[in-house]
């Protein structure tokens, strides 16, 4: 199973909502990746978990505030987001974090904050 | 980390037509990968290159790497519609970073 699942596809919220977004992936890799892309740019990294553990967190505002409950799952919880916000989400897995190797991307959560 | 550079930004091509886009970069890698992208999706690996490597293939895909010049180049050929996408190189291991991506149109 090559797969990594995001759920949901779409999501709307308004600015006091607070609601989650899930990744998913049992291929056993040991890193995952959140990137936010908004549209015609290249995908932006905005945390790494290694083996569970927060290794990156690239000055991501802390209405973001992501999970690793465990070595299968991510999740991203949203709280207070603004319009701006409004973008691609993208959950992405690796092997490790330092391997080289390819990552593996789910198709994606739209999230439109109104 | 480091990213990317590519160019063109955007390329339209007739059906069956060679499409070739390039990644430039600074400083040293030891890899370098291409993703596609179609519209509004997730990013699908294509092809990974070792620093060490100077071209490799798949399918309709080459990608080559001079790193003197700290660029590669992305082939395709025998174009298809189907090969409409956005095209991202990435660079590093521990934290890929995406160039601004080239975005391909290949017409019927």
């Known amino acids: 199973d090559t797969e990594v699942t995001q759920t949901p596809k779409h999501l709307v919220m308004g600015m006091t909502n607070k609601k989650s977004l899930k990744c998913e992936q049992h291929?056993?890799?040991?890193?995952m990746y959140w990137y936010k892309q908004k549209a015609k740019k290249p995908p932006e990294l905005m945390f790494v978990?290694?083996?569970?553990?927060?290794?990156i967190n690239e000055s991501v505002p802390s209405r973001f505030s992501p999970e690793c409950p465990n070595s299968s799952l991510l999740n991203l919880h949203l709280h207070a987001l603004q319009p701006e916000d409004s973008a691609l989400y993208l959950c992405?897995?690796?092997?490790?974090?330092?391997?080289?190797?390819?990552?593996?991307f789910g198709p994606g959560t739209r999230l439109t904050v109104t | 980390s480091q990213q990317g550079e590519e160019d063109p930004q955007a390329l339209s091509i007739q059906e069956g037509e060679n499409a070739t886009m390039n990644c430039s970069y600074k400083t040293s890698i030891n890899n370098l990968q291409w993703y596609r992208q179609n519209s509004g999706r997730g990013l699908v690996h294509l092809i990974l290159i070792r620093s060490n490597e100077r071209e490799k293939h798949s399918g309709r895909l080459r990608v080559t790497l001079d790193t003197s010049k700290k660029s590669s180049s992305l082939l395709i050929t025998a174009s298809r519609a189907a090969d409409t996408a956005s095209y991202f190189c990435a660079l590093g291991a521990g934290k890929s970073t995406f160039g601004d991506g080239t975005t391909l149109t290949v017409k019927p």
């Open positions: 291929m056993g890799h040991r890193a």
């Open positions: 978990y290694s083996y569970e553990k927060l290794s």
């Open positions: 992405a897995s690796r092997t490790q974090q330092g391997a080289v190797g390819e990552q593996y």
